[in-house]
């Protein structure tokens, strides 16, 4: 029997019964060091890599399951301690006082701008919009209040005057002045008036 006949009878149904199997099997049994060299070809790498992928994805869910929910809880409550209901209401208590305290000092601003402004003589009615975190700054404030309303005050009475101003008639006068003119031409002048 040559190589050729050997193979086809082992693929045949008669070769391929339990019997012919495990004699086969027994010529070239698995050794570790048979293992071992499979498993430096890339074929074999590539399967250890998935059956230690496999196995350590379990171990990770297993994990997950019994441990990380109770070591959450642990390191939330360490960062974030409840509180007792006695310290809640002292803060509520404590952010109440700094409001009262933050309107009292804004009321206090608001009346020092008022009377600040009344002396200048500013318009009342815009002192709100100036009153700033502290007295410095209200004060800053409304001085550049004061300067930017003056100034605009003094630009709209400029032009008016321009507008509606007195203009003296032309060539009424002799070209002199007061202390130029003799007694006679003064009493003239003062009765063509």
Do not use: C
């Not at 009878?9 to 060299?37: D, H, M």
């Not at 004061?146 to 400029?158: C, F, G, K, P, R």
């Not at 509606?164 to 006679?184: Q, V």
């Amino acid at each position: 029997m040559n190589l050729a006949e050997l193979k086809a009878f082992l693929e045949s149904p008669e070769g391929k019964t339990s019997e012919i199997t495990a004699y086969l099997q027994g010529l070239n049994p698995i050794t570790v060091a048979r293992v071992q060299s499979f498993m430096e070809t890339p074929e074999g790498k590539s399967w250890l890599d998935s059956v230690k992928d496999k196995h350590l994805q379990k171990g990770l869910e297993t994990w997950k399951t019994n441990n990380l929910e109770a070591l959450l809880e642990t390191e939330i409550k360490k960062r974030f301690p409840e509180k007792d209901p006695k310290d809640l209401e002292m803060e509520k208590l404590r952010h109440e006082i700094e409001q009262m305290k933050s309107a009292k000092d804004k009321e206090a601003l608001t009346n020092k701008a008022i009377k600040l402004a009344g002396d200048k003589g500013l318009p009342l009615d815009l002192v709100s919009f100036f009153v700033g975190a502290d007295e410095n700054s209200t004060t800053s404030n409304l001085k550049t209040f004061e300067d930017t309303y003056n100034s605009s005050v003094q630009h709209a009475l400029e032009a008016r005057l321009k507008t509606d101003g007195y203009t003296p008639p032309a060539g009424g006068g002799s070209g002199k002045s007061l202390e130029d003119l003799s007694m006679d031409e003064y009493i003239k002048a003062r009765n063509k008036d």
